[in-house]
């Protein structure tokens, strides 16, 4: 579905007729009296990486839905697989949820923590003779298994009597046969259409410690088999994953239906892909491990981390999906519209100041020496209740060096020699003259000001073309600036050549380092993670690396809307 149309769907959901997909379903089934009344979902991360914007679409629509229809959303962490697995990811998982503005209550769960539960079942399906164990080899376990076109082979052990098979299943528990020397087999049918009906492995033998149960097993249980038996031990209603998993839901269902447990009802959506952005954890891994970016929480990254660093707002992520709503086909939504949906917000609650990033010194001639006003600055037009704050105003100043222009083009209506602009909040100055250095490079600008325009007015009703921001050399504060850039130079970060992988698409320079900004004095002492507009120029953030003594900000996102300009493009069509 094109962006556009994506744009005002899931606004209400009290009229059914807007609901997504996924919504209808609930909103059916709880008019039908289905699950008893209950609405209850969960957000199942496996604790393996740190969570991404892609994340941020399956938690706000699973936290979502439970908190629209009176429900209950678990957090449960799917940490079946002890290799990946870390302390350190389960606990980033919890602050990235929080942060977005999730509770799961007392609701929140481990996948470990069910394994003996699993184990039961395990045995159950072996008693039914609907599992038994395999001594294939990973790699013959896949030959056997055939292709789309190609029927499977039965293994030679799936006719092991139910006695053996429970004797085995047990041994392989204590502990007395290698890693992957055997594995405990669902007996579905091996000529099934579907590959993952072909007597799917349920358990395999590992001897890993485990983040939390320790050496207690050296049996693992695979996703599709745990999967299921946690949203059914948890008592789910609706168990919403990504579109991959719809070929896996027969044997979710065949799984359930087999132990004859309580059976929640799959749902699939398709996952979130981003212009300019790659989202699994694999790839994101890679650019941490080789150095590409500065960690996990590196404000280029599409990580929760990255973005909290980078600026945006719990709200604004949390607008972006629910503009992009959810929907069953895939598809890439474009990182202008999060962009947008994070501008729509810092504009409504981002305090306005005044910084210059690359300063170029002007010396307002005709200003008394040692002479300092404090002028009226606007903390944010969109909410008054912001009021005002004093801004410090002194002969020596610094402006933009790109708003000052030798010898301007045409369409260059800011400082030039011999015209006027204003100051904003101050007054209008003119450009007397430039000062170089012997290499030819201006280092500064003479201009004289006009005491009766104080405050940005002229009485007699005369107009000036531009507005400039600037500070007061005397009273700014020094600080860095980190400017970022999409990490990718291509739309589709995965379309490469033959033989190169995706990161042959990295940027060459998607961070710019400023270190001789100037911002005014009332951002002495702002705290990390703290917002603001910095006038003209965007909306910056105090970055975790700022200290007393040294300054630090991230560009979150230029003013310049391209998502409103398509929108504007498109509607004229
Ligand atoms: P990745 O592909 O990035 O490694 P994953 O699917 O392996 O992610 P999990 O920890 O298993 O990561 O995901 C937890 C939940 O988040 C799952 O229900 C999964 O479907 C969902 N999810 C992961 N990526 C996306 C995405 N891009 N868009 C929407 N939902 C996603
Ligand atoms: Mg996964």
């Known amino acids: 579905m094109p962006n556009t149309e994506q744009d005002d769907s899931n606004k209400q959901n009290t009229d059914n007729t807007r609901l997504d997909f996924v919504r209808q379903i609930v909103a059916e089934d709880l008019k039908a009296g289905k699950w008893d009344g209950r609405v209850v979902t969960r957000f199942p991360p496996e604790p393996n990486g740190y969570l991404h914007i892609g994340h941020a679409k399956s938690i706000c629509l699973n936290f979502g839905i ?211 952005t790659v989202m699994s954890k694999r790839k994101l891994l890679q650019l941490v491990q080789a150095g590409h970016v500065n960690g996990w929480d590196d404000p280029r990254m599409p990580t929760i981390g990255g973005l909290r660093r980078r600026g945006y707002s719990p709200q604004a992520i949390r607008e972006f999906c629910k503009r992009i709503s959810v929907n069953k086909f895939n598809s890439t ?74 010898d301007p083009p045409k369409k260059f209506y800011r400082l030039a020699p011999g015209r006027e602009v204003r100051l904003r909040y101050a007054y209008f100055v003119t450009c007397r003259d430039v000062v170089k250095d012997k290499d030819g490079q201006i280092i500064e600008l003479h201009c004289t000001y006009d005491p009766a325009t104080r405050g940005g007015d002229a009485p007699d009703g005369r107009k000036v073309k531009a507005t400039l921001h600037w500070v007061s050399a005397a009273h700014a504060l020094e600080a860095e600036v980190r400017l970022y ?47 603001y507009q910095f006038e003209r120029l965007g909306y910056f953030c105090v970055d975790s690396d700022s200290s007393k003594d040294k300054l630090v900000f991230n560009r979150t996102v230029p003013l310049r809307d391209t998502w409103a300009k398509i929108q504007k493009a498109q509607k004229k069509k």
């Open 66 to 276: 439970a908190a629209e229809f009176g429900g209950q959303c678990h957090l449960r962490f799917d940490d079946t697989n002890p290799e990946k697995e870390e302390q350190e990811y389960v606990n980033s998982i919890i602050e990235d949820v929080r942060w977005l503005g999730w509770d799961w209550n007392e609701h929140l769960y481990y996948g470990s923590d069910y394994f003996k539960q699993m184990y039961e079942y395990a045995v159950q399906l072996i008693k039914k003779a609907k599992a038994y164990v395999c001594d294939l080899t990973a790699e013959q376990t896949r030959e056997y298994r055939g292709t789309l076109t190609e029927p499977g082979k039965n293994s030679p052990y799936r006719s092991r009597s139910i006695e053996e098979n429970l004797d085995l299943f047990e041994r392989m528990r204590a502990g007395e046969f290698p890693d992957g020397s055997r594995t405990l087999r669902a007996k579905i049918d091996m000529l099934h259409p579907n590959l993952n009906m072909r007597d799917p492995v349920m358990y395999r033998i590992l001897h890993a410690a485990h983040h939390r149960t320790g050496d207690k097993w050296c049996i693992y249980p695979m996703y599709d088999w745990a999967h299921g038996l946690e949203d059914s031990v948890e008592k789910i209603t609706h168990s919403i994953c990504t579109l991959e998993f719809e070929n896996h839901r027969p044997l979710y269902d065949w799984f359930l239906d087999e132990l004859d447990v309580y059976h929640p009802r799959q749902i699939e959506f398709a996952r979130l892909n981003l212009t300019y």
């Open 333 to 406: 939504v474009d990182i202008a519209l999060l962009e947008h949906c994070l501008r729509e917000d810092l504009n409504k609650t981002s305090p306005r100041v005044m910084a210059v990033l690359r300063p170029l010194k002007v010396i307002i001639d005709n200003f008394p020496e040692g002479h300092v006003e404090q002028l009226d600055a606007v903390n944010n037009p969109e909410d008054p209740a912001a009021g005002t704050r004093k801004a410090p105003f002194s002969r020596e100043l610094y402006i933009e060096r790109e708003d000052f222009m030798e």
């Open 485 to 531: 850039d999409n990490l990718f130079n291509r739309e589709n970060p995965d379309n490469v050549p033959e033989g190169a992988d995706f990161k042959s698409n990295l940027k060459a320079n998607s961070l710019e380092t400023l270190t001789s900004c100037r911002v005014e004095p009332s951002l002495a002492g702002a705290e990390a993670s703290s917002r």
